[in-house]
């Protein structure tokens, strides 16, 4: 069942090993289908080059195992309060990245010191507080402080990303790591200046229409 | 129209990636034909394991598109401020390679501590001001403070390129991130001293005339 | 003899350089044999790229070379007084894995900054004083201070991971670097906050039972 | 003629991208065959993935080309001082590699650290002045400063290595660059100690007896 889907989540979660964002078997991509509402998602603590599209695992929005042979991610319990929170989420990602895990660290959130920010983010990167993995805790922290940002750093633990399907969610997973990457090594060199809230709008907006090639 | 431009544009938008200076869709080259005066260019937001040489957008100095299925880069505007304004200039590449963009991030130039930055570069690599991006303003902030450097840093965004062929401004871009690269990892460990200005001249005639298989 | 164990110790020892923990010839991956007690180890001073799975030597918890043409990795005597001292240890990796080893280089042990640290290591990655390569020293080092740790830093060296596999042990490996980054990051941004050891606890145990796909 | 050692000296020059320590075409390997005493080298300005082993230049110890059709590399008067005025080399590498060369845009030696540096190097890896490229400047500084070091970084520049074979002395760069990684990274967390001369003498006289698989 659901076998377009499976191989999409399958090729996203390729794609975090491919962006150097994980290690070993860290990290999960998922997807939710919008007719079933089942959610496909990496199983837990496989590595991804041993890993198949079928080896996708189907579970409904309370967690229950709709088709698998294997577990599903641990931090399915996240995915779903995220999914069952927000309707127009249909895809999310999670990495330890480094540069981005290490704000997260610090729980410091990542200011617009660059346009790449300002386009791809909006505003700041925000930063949620520690959360237990496991249960619904990571995923009200995550619904509660994400706002309008595509992702968010979480206090202690790494990167959750959001978007309308998965291949938007981890678009915004490799953008993170991107920029958390060139603001650190700019804070480890001096003070960047913020750009002004007006034209972070500005650019955003901008970016949102005049980018790419359209619907 | 202009196959074998498109191609050697093609390439050397391949050539980022393969030198880890983009991420997903950022970046771009672009390359002028001296005979028609057309540009070649990437078009926006398309992942450049997807790209295919055909795939490239043709537009006169004015931005019309003279040939293409998709929708050139958010920069072309740039890329045509620059080749108006200089006649010397057939290959225009940017990016937000990481080292160089938090110079970047912060407004600094990078300074001649190098024997590499005096050979490539001349100079100091400058810096220019913040600018808002698609319209005129970045090509003109370039063309004013680029002097004779083939990069220039702009504030709070990312690297621009350039050069008699696309080749040379690939070239350029990749170096600049090299250089920035040891430079941030040397401030970081101590304070270097500049090269003085005249042994940066006579090592930079040096390097144009001896150095390759020449002409 | 111990073809199958050859085998597997030989493709542990091609995840180091395929994770960037080695350079050249450097590190090493054992596996103990449970039935003999014979310790399959790399050849010392061979290239990944060129050693085969018959090139693993066979030498038994003495020292004494059962099989094999090559001559035994430096480290040997580590790995053996480790097996020797550790019934519950089957595999040891040794790395000079950069950012692990600069916490070695210092004599300062990881703390637990993150969930990751919790989940894999179970409390501060720690680390052993400066002990003589090639005889008993380093081994002795290991045993007292590792404690229930998979991996230890050893001062001015390397790492040193221990597992009840070679496949675990090489996880512990690559899991030291990783972590080792990311707080390496987070120390030259600011200073993190170690996780009460209560909740490091409950993390590290959970993880050890509900992550993956059991026994 | 020299076919084998021409041979040699390519697979030796794309070790240096494999390992990256250069960027686009910099960098250079050059080996020396004992019986004609002439210097088999790489081409200037050339890229790795263009060149071919018949493209490496032939030159005798004054500089006179001996065969090739391209020119042979801007550093080849450096090279070809450093075989003149040492009978035991007959093999060199440079590169710009970048940690190593934050500590020469330093003017910065690197400290016996580790056990790594003890080992391989014997000592400090040395630090020579700024010397001109193109001339027997940068030669007769690394005769006079690199004692016995197998390695050297030259103020404002880059490394040199050298050794008894081209593929030692490639060894030796890669090692360099390595171990300059992880001080590099120990130096901007804290303040490492060295290990005492008489023990860095101990460790380096058992590395060369007692590691790899002897004569």
């Known amino acids: ?83 069952r929170h927000r309707q127009d989420v249909n895809g999310i990602v999670h990495t330890h990245s480094p540069y981005a895990t290490s704000f997260a660290a610090l729980g410091k959130s990542i200011p617009v010191y660059l346009t790449a920010i300002a386009d791809e983010f909006g505003g700041p990167i925000p930063v949620g507080p520690y959360a237990q993995i496991g249960g619904e805790e990571i995923g009200k922290a995550i619904v509660e402080h994400i706002g309008d940002s595509p992702a968010i750093l979480m206090k202690h633990h790494g990167v959750f990303a959001i978007g309308k399907t998965p291949e938007s969610a981890v678009k915004a997973a490799v953008m993170v790591e991107d920029v958390a990457q060139t603001v650190y090594l700019a804070l480890t060199l001096g003070q960047p200046e913020e750009l002004p809230p007006a034209e972070v709008k500005r650019a955003h907006e901008r970016y949102m229409t005049a980018y790419g090639q359209g619907a």
């Open 1 to 83: 069942m659901l076998a377009a889907l499976k191989e999409r989540v399958y090729k996203m979660n390729l794609m975090l090993p491919k962006n150097n964002l994980v290690t070993m078997t860290s990290g999960n991509v998922s997807g939710r289908d919008i007719k079933t509402g089942y959610v496909v998602i990496k199983p837990s603590g496989v590595l991804y080059e041993e890993m198949k599209p079928e080896d996708m695992v189907v579970v409904d929005l309370n967690g229950n195992i709709i088709e698998g042979k294997l577990r599903p991610s641990v931090d399915t319990p996240t995915h779903l309060y995220v999914y």
